[in-house]
């Protein structure tokens, strides 16, 4: 039976020739525009929504061929307190400045641990990475702290109380899986995202999502033609 590699091990890929790039996105109208104008060295992998189906879709891809960077595009949510102070809007495109699990820990009386307080590092090493993993390529100007969720936020209340715990300020569903495994292979790792949302009670009517899609996708591909 085949071992399951370890938080611990750097993966080594085989490839003999690496692609200059490879964008995940979650959904095939998050990646349209970026299929439509990348360069041939841009590979898109639409990797399905939820973090475990953009870490098993970006391993398996690292395990046959390799990259010299990992990009994230696609389309998130803004906490109560970053619209309110108008630091971003709907439309607006945003890059990590980090990415964190924003529910990766326990529930207590006391309230919620992350895995530092669990004292279980998501990989060792010195120092150990925890919740929060740093981002090295930053496409566009405006930078966020970014939080990767398994259950968006539907209510004010939720969405200020995880902004505040973690102090991030876009939510999203993949960024954190696909940093962690561009961490675990020793891959520079950044993310665009257009904001289609404030991030809380529900209001369908004013969300902007495919203009949030669009966006991220212009952003980033004026990065790739200009880098």
Known sequence: MATLPSAER??????????????????????????????????????????VNAAIVLTRFLERESARSILVCGIAGAYPEA????????????????????????????????????GFPLIAGDPPVFNTLPMQIFPVEKRADFVTVNTCTGDDET????GTR?????????????????????????????????????????????????AAQDALLAWLRNR
């Open 83 to 118: 619209f309110e102070q108008g630091d971003l809007e709907a439309g607006s495109v945003v890059c990590a400045a980090s990415e964190c699990y924003g529910d990766l820990g326990a529930n207590s009386a006391d309230g919620f641990l992350d895995m530092q307080a669990l």
């Open 166 to 214: 973690t102090g991030g300020s876009v939510e999203n569903m993949e960024g954190a899986a696909i940093a962690h495994v561009a961490r675990l292979y020793g891959i520079p790792c950044g993310e665009v995202r257009g904001i289609s949302n404030r991030a809380g009670n529900r209001d369908r009517d004013a969300w902007r999502v495919k203009e949030a899609a669009a």
């Open 159 to 162: 969405a200020r109380r995880i």
């Open 10 to 51: 750097v993966f080594v890929t085989l490839s003999l020739v690496a692609v200059d790039s490879v964008v995940c996105v979650a959904t095939d109208f998050e990646g349209a525009r970026l299929r439509e104008q990348a360069s041939g060295s841009v590979r898109i992998l639409c990797t399905g929504v939820g973090a």
